[in-house]
């Protein structure tokens, strides 16, 4: 069935640390995917989106980039900051707009 | 089993009608949260609540929209003066969390309103 897995947390990194949150998975058809964060005391918050294959979503200095042949959809920074301290969500949406989360990657950046 | 259940599943309403929306959070969660999913866009956040009390109610797109918690437990969203843009699948969402951000968010299947 349709499904995402995400690398478990929590993920501890130091500042301007290079970071890479990988996210798989299993749908029909050609789905949008998203990476949602939470940061601490906050609800969910669309961070980027893909809606094709090799479309590449960027903010706030992330990236992740659909790649349909490996089904991923992994997320990367280049120098992380403390204030990129949240929960990470990966997800996607079928064209039944049902979005199916991943369990959320914890990160802490530390000082 | 408890998951997070959400009702009426579909409803569909005339322009200008008042909905309700309910939530049951999964038992002893205390921290539940609404979403709004249009058609072909990403999740919306919102309100937020923890206990029975909102301290983010940053995400409400208008005051016809309104939302209460009861019991720590069932939650409402109402929409007042339903208008079309309206239409969506409205998410809730609920985690163990005294803390938002630290605990996994246990969805609901959804709700989804049409307003004709």
């Known amino acids: 069935g349709n499904s995402v897995t995400q690398m478990e947390g929590p993920v501890t990194l130091s500042e301007e640390a290079f970071l890479t949150i990988n996210c798989t998975y299993t749908a029909t058809g050609y789905p949008s995917l998203f990476w949602y964060v939470q940061y601490p005391g906050e609800g969910l918050q669309l961070l980027l989106k893909?809606?094709?294959?090799?479309d590449k979503g960027s903010n706030k200095g992330f990236e992740a980039t659909y790649r349909k042949e490996t089904t991923s959809f992994h997320l990367e920074k280049g120098s992380v900051q403390v204030s990129d301290s949240a929960v990470y969500f990966c997800a996607f949406m079928n064209r039944d707009d049902k979005i199916i989360f991943g369990k959320g990657t914890r990160l802490h950046i530390l000082p | 089993g408890a998951g997070v259940s959400q009702s009426p599943s579909n409803k569909v309403t005339e322009k200008g009608k008042d909905v309700e929306l309910r939530c049951d959070p999964i038992s002893g969660h205390t921290a539940l949260y609404w979403y709004r999913q249009r058609l072909g866009q990403g999740l919306e956040f919102l309100i937020y609540f923890q206990g029975n009390s909102a301290p983010d109610k940053s995400g409400l797109p208008s005051d016809r929209f309104s939302a209460e918690r009861t019991g720590e437990s069932v939650s409402t969203l109402t929409i007042q003066r339903t208008q079309q843009e309206d239409s969506a699948v409205y998410l809730c969402?609920?985690?163990?969390?005294?803390?938002?951000?630290?605990?996994?968010?246990?969805f609901g299947p959804g709700t989804r309103l049409t307003v004709l």
């Open positions: 893909a809606t094709k294959a090799d």
């Open positions: 969402a609920s985690s163990r969390g005294v803390l938002a951000g630290v605990d996994t968010q246990y």
